[in-house]
């Protein structure tokens, strides 16, 4: 029985590597296409366990976890920036105020009929903007991050505080992933979960420790 991670995300499988677990990577075949009438944890929810059942049907004796992360602010989803100016809208909108970031882990286990999906929610709060915003859209990091920022890399000097598990911002929370994974009987320790969360080793997590 193996783990198959269904992301094509480095951020996903770097941090599904610090829990020391083999594991596979294949990429999903469902495309993501923001839906109407979904809550952002719905859809969140929805998008993560499609991408898992993509990659379960040709891994049934395995168990495949797939995840996703959107950010909510003011009740709407944030998307990637089309461009820059993009971008500097979004970080202004942003600036001074907290927003959510909401990311789902799925797991299917097909031939024991085990599927599972949970959301967890972490409020960042940014600082308000005194010329980072132009530093930081300078180092061209944005493109591509949700939200046009990335909590692990410069995009830090934005945030002043988070509320709630560091790898949830980043895109895949440990400990549901661990919880799920107990749930389908793969053998990881509680203890090296807790281990692992008070050595924090990833870009800034330390920075942003509760």
């Known amino acids: 029985m193996r783990i198959v991670l269904a992301s094509t995300s480095p951020r996903r499988r770097e941090l599904l590597g610090l829990l020391g677990v083999p594991f596979d990577v294949c990429e999903p075949s469902f495309v993501e296409q923001p839906m109407s009438g979904f809550a952002p944890r719905e859809q969140v929810a929805y998008f993560a366990l499609e991408k898992a059942r993509s990659v379960a049907g040709a891994r049934s004796d395995d168990i495949v976890?797939?995840?996703?992360?959107?950010?909510?602010?003011?009740?709407?989803?944030?998307?990637?920036?089309?461009?820059?100016?993009?971008?500097?809208?979004?970080?202004?909108n942003l600036a001074g105020r907290p927003h959510q970031v909401h990311s789902a882990v799925a797991l299917c286990h097909q031939s024991r009929s085990v599927e599972r999906v949970e959301v967890a929610t972490a409020t960042v709060h940014m600082k308000p903007d005194g010329g980072g915003i132009e530093r930081y859209l300078e180092t061209g990091e944005f493109w591509g991050k949700a939200g046009s920022y990335s909590i692990q890399g410069r995009g830090a000097d934005l945030i002043e505080t988070i509320q709630g598990d560091y790898t949830t911002v980043v895109g895949l929370p440990l400990k549901i992933v661990a919880s799920l994974l107990r749930l389908a009987g793969y053998p990881i320790s509680q203890e090296d979960v807790e281990a692992l969360y008070r050595r924090k080793p990833y870009p800034n997590w330390s920075r942003f420790a509760s």
């Open 65 to 92: 976890l797939g995840g996703d992360t959107v950010i909510e602010s003011d009740g709407r989803l944030l998307g990637k920036p089309r461009d820059r100016e993009d971008a500097l809208r979004m970080l202004t």
